[in-house]
């Protein structure tokens, strides 16, 4: 099965390389020609542990290439996977690509987009004369460890109500569904905001324990051994409970915006998150308030960061 994956950023990079590590010849193509030279050459336009190697092991095997030339990598894919980093003209590029694919092909919407987005590219598509299927298909990679999520991922997300579909996909991800990881196909919209949903959820645990951590250094407590007691509860989990300065990452960012605008939309409040981000914020400033009292006086003083990451193991901020 013949794959591609539109796009040369973060998304993209990390879907090229992983779906070739699975043993699949992968075509990693884009217009921008300068970026697919670079990805080519090996030189990853980001830092994320472990890529590099996934990406020239499959280089040299052969099962990853690159391209800028647009028409023949969707003529001969049986699935296309859209992977950009930003939805700015996500729909008109997603029609320009369907154009050129084979109609029993399939175009999977990794783009974080707005609620809906797919069901009206569907619709572009269909009024083009275009049948390829359109597929929502969120992943829910972790700057850091965006390598290790996508190898062992909690759930694999299909939004789509063609069967013929999801049996392409099953093919695709057949190493991981032999393990055992669940398949949840569901509409379109549902998708969509599944990985909304799922960043507002994770904002409002970090905020949480950043709001406990506050308490610990009041009563002498251990905020780092509170947030393991805690994350080995099955019912919370260990990862996003750990105590910082606040919430980091573009889409995390992002997918908060896009589900607050969707509330404003359809007149519902979302007072937790609204919350969440309110903490997210005084963090920072409880963070600024307690460097101001180590150093007893701010103004004249020169202040050194080390690390402009949200977190180790990438460059991601």
């Known amino acids: 099965m013949q794959l591609g994956v539109y796009g040369s950023g973060y998304l993209a990079t990390v879907m090229s390389a992983c779906l070739a590590d699975f043993g699949l010849p992968v075509t990693c193509f884009d217009e921008d020609a300068t970026a697919i030279g670079a990805l080519a050459e090996g030189k990853m336009p980001f ?28 003529a001969r ?54 049948k390829v299927t359109v597929v929502s298909h969120p992943v829910f990679l972790t700057p850091g460890c965006a390598v290790e999520d996508f190898n ?80 080995l509860d099955k019912r919370i989990g260990p990862r996003c409970l750990q105590p910082g300065t606040a919430m980091g990452g573009a889409f995390g960012f992002g997918d908060m915006d896009a589900i607050e605008q969707l509330a404003g939309r359809c007149g519902v409040s979302l007072k937790v998150l609204g919350a969440a981000r309110e903490v997210s914020r005084d963090v920072c400033e409880r963070l600024a308030d307690k460097i101001s009292a180590a150093v007893e006086t701010l103004p004249g003083k020169q202040v050194a960061m080390l690390g402009l990451a949200f977190k180790p193991n990438t460059n991601c901020v």
């Open 77 to 130: 894919a049986q699935i296309i996977f859209l992977a950009c980093d930003s939805e700015q003209g996500i729909e008109e590029l997603a029609l320009k690509l369907g154009k050129l694919m084979n109609p029993a092909a399939v175009l999977a919407i990794v783009t974080p987009v707005q609620v809906g987005t797919a069901d009206r590219i569907e619709g572009r598509l269909r009024t083009a004369g275009v």
């Open 152 to 231: 062992w991922p909690d759930r694999i997300l299909l939004g789509t109500g063609v069967s013929e579909a999801v049996l392409q996909f099953k093919q695709v991800y057949r190493p991981l569904v032999m393990r055992g990881v669940p398949i949840i196909v569901t509409t379109r919209p549902t998708a969509e905001l599944a990985r909304q949903a799922a960043s507002a959820f994770i904002a409002t645990k970090i905020s949480f324990i950043n709001e406990v951590a506050a308490i610990c250094e009041h009563v002498k407590a251990d905020a780092t051994d509170l947030s393991l007691a805690l994350g």
């Open 47 to 74: 830092h994320e542990r472990n890529l590099q190697e996934v990406v020239r092991r499959n280089a040299r095997a052969g099962r990853l290439l690159y391209s800028w030339e647009l028409t023949s990598v969707p």
